[in-house]
């Protein structure tokens, strides 16, 4: 099984262009995430999918939108990229039931915005 | 909102042991979760402590103080591959999501 997989896996945009990364996962989980990791601070996340069909906003939404396409994908959106979203994304997926579901992540999308 | 601290870094020996604390403030909680970072590439999940004590993974550890919100991940024995970022996480509702310390650098020497 590949886990959960993110495309592209390094981007350079300019100030203002579009972009969404894309990110699928093949263990049918519930749950799926978007997170930035900037140097120093951990991970931030970004918005978050519950359940197919729900999408929500986490810690840094600005920005950025997402699309739940179906239960494997969930996709990222800069719709005008600026300097500041420079960054590494991760995507990562989750089951949900009772005790601990533990977050499984891809490698990961080194952005560059010039 | 959520905080977590932990320290930025550690550097110890192969063979120590290293104890990486992490103290948090959330409006509820569910676990404390630590996960295992190589070289930035994907982290992976470590060790999870709902109920407060002692959880053992091999030459790993994690304990769980609910009133005191504090929780520490015990690495023993330590390995040159130990050499990674570890990262505290709480999940502090129903929906699943997580909030993320900011990262202690493990430095393992020979």
């Known amino acids: 099984n590949a886990g959960v997989t993110q495309t592209p896996k390094f981007q350079v945009l300019k100030t203002g262009q579009s972009m969404t990364l894309q990110c699928a996962q093949d263990m049918n989980h519930n749950s799926m995430y978007w997170y930035r990791q900037d140097p120093g601070m951990g991970l931030r996340l970004i918005y978050y999918?519950?359940?197919?069909?729900?999408?929500d906003k986490g810690e840094v939404p600005n920005g950025y939108n997402v699309s739940r396409l179906n239960k494997r994908e969930f996709s990222l959106r800069l719709e005008s990229a600026a300097p500041s979203q420079t960054s590494v994304y991760f995507c990562?997926?989750?089951?949900?039931?009772?005790?601990?579901?533990?977050?499984?992540f891809g490698d990961g999308t080194r952005l560059s915005i010039l | 909102g959520q905080s977590l601290e932990q320290p930025s870094e550690v550097t110890a020996v192969e063979g120590a042991i290293v104890q990486i604390n992490c103290t948090y403030q959330?409006?509820?909680?569910?676990?404390l979760s630590w996960y295992q970072q190589h070289d930035g590439g994907a982290p992976t999940f470590l060790s999870y402590?709902?109920?407060?004590g002692l959880e053992e993974t091999g030459r790993f550890s994690s304990f769980l103080s609910r009133s005191d919100s504090y929780g520490y991940l015990l690495l023993q024995e330590l390995q040159m591959k130990d050499s990674a970022s570890y990262f505290c996480?709480?999940?502090?509702?129903?929906?699943?999501?997580?909030?993320f310390g900011a990262g202690t650098t493990v430095t393992v020497r020979a």
């Open positions: 402590n709902a109920l407060d």
């Open positions: 990562a997926s989750s089951d949900t039931g009772i005790g601990n579901q533990p977050q499984h």
């Open positions: 996480a709480v999940r502090d509702g129903g929906d699943y999501k997580l909030s």
């Open positions: 999918s519950a359940s197919e069909g729900t999408t």
């Open positions: 959330t409006s509820g909680f569910y676990g």
